[in-house]
């Protein structure tokens, strides 16, 4: 048995990096054309401010649950004990269609007692509750 040494159709341990630099080269040029038409800008016109203020109207049909950082509950800025939340939410919510209760919540408020609150509130007939911003 011979073997031949070099030029026959054996394997070939060297990589081929050919295919490669094809690929990357296909890339860059891709990017190359892309990269201005992403940059394009669009021209906005924006409408000028307006002096007008607009005056939000004020409902006073608004259930307002208050909680204070020393844990003392207000319905619409009335205290009220906890045992009795749950029946004068539900008489405030039986008449109305919207079922929305706002929660004025202090920051130093204990957070375990402001979700039994909510609970609460929701328990007895609200459908959304509401967190009012300073």
Known sequence: MAFSGGGGAGVRSDI???PLVDVVLVLLII???MTPTMLKELEVVVPEKSDVQIAT???TDQVIVAISRENKV???QEP????ALADRIHDLMAPRAD???FFDIDDEADYGDVVHVMD???GAGAKTLGMMTK
């Not at 009220?80 to 045992?83: D, H, K, R, T």
């Open 16 to 18: 081929n990096i050919t």
């Open 31 to 33: 990017f190359m054309v």
């Open 57 to 59: 109207p004020t409902t």
């Open 74 to 76: 207000t319905v619409n």
């Open 80 to 83: 009220i004990a906890e045992a």
């Open 99 to 101: 079922k929305l209760v």
């Open 120 to 122: 609460t509130v929701r």
